[in-house]
């Protein structure tokens, strides 16, 4: 029954790589997030889709590039890995048409670039 | 812009004891909610509390309150009765309807 599901958990890999993270909702929400949560704790907010179409997109290299190919998935691809891209990836979703604004968290991806 | 600010990186209390937690944040949007989130070891981010800036009165939820003062532009969380479950970093945050702002958040000990 999980609500915000995001794949893999922890990823390891080397610099120069390319990866992917997905996320699920099954919250029947209509808009999605990415956050990168650095070494201190800080979250920041990278990407938000509404409806499949990009609404925010903050100062991230273009590096990565977000994907959502309904409005339960949105994945993250990064290319050339850095080893400042190491962080804790989460994805979100909300519904905009609600009244609340709250939003709901993945488990996180845990990402060491070597 | 949206800004939130947490002025106590660590703050520690003894179980059944109660804690406040402080947050400021600053914003031009006129309809907004403001929410703390709890982030304990597993990592996974909890929604604790939420409050409509358009109520006057303070939210609750059991063992969690807040004192929200939206002139002084305030939204302190009061935890009682502290237990050790309670032991995590929280997070203070602003959101409107597109976006929410988090703090650097607080990261509270509970002791035995």
């Known amino acids: 029954d999980t609500a915000v599901s995001q794949t893999p958990k922890y990823l390891v890999t080397q610099m120069g790589n390319d990866k992917s993270i997905k996320c699920e909702q099954n919250l029947g929400h209509d808009t999605m997030y990415w956050y990168k949560q650095d070494s201190k704790k800080f979250l920041k907010i990278m990407f938000s889709?509404?409806?499949?179409?990009?609404?925010i997109n903050e100062t991230v290299p273009n590096r990565f590039s977000p994907k959502s190919p309904d409005k339960a998935h949105l994945n993250l691809h990064i290319n050339s890995l850095e080893l400042g891209d190491s962080a804790v990836y989460f994805c979100?979703?909300?519904?905009?048409?609600?009244?609340?604004?709250?939003?709901?968290f993945g488990p996180g991806t845990r990402l060491t670039v070597t | 812009a949206q800004t939130v600010t947490q002025s106590q990186p660590e703050m520690s209390v003894q179980e059944a004891e109660t804690v406040t937690l402080s947050c400021t944040y600053d914003t031009s949007e006129s309809d907004y909610y403001l929410f703390w989130y709890k982030q304990p070891p597993s990592r996974q981010m909890i929604l604790v509390i939420r409050q409509e800036a358009y109520k006057q009165q303070n939210a609750t939820e059991n063992r969690f309150s807040v004192n929200f003062q939206k002139a002084a532009k305030s939204f302190s969380l009061k935890i009682s009765d502290s237990q050790l479950g309670d032991a995590a970093m929280y997070f203070c945050a602003s959101g409107s309807a597109r976006q929410l702002t988090f703090g650097s958040g607080t990261q509270l000990t509970v002791l035995p």
């Open positions: 979100a979703s909300s519904s905009l048409a609600g009244e609340t604004y709250e939003q709901y």
């Open positions: 889709y509404n409806n499949k179409e990009l609404i």
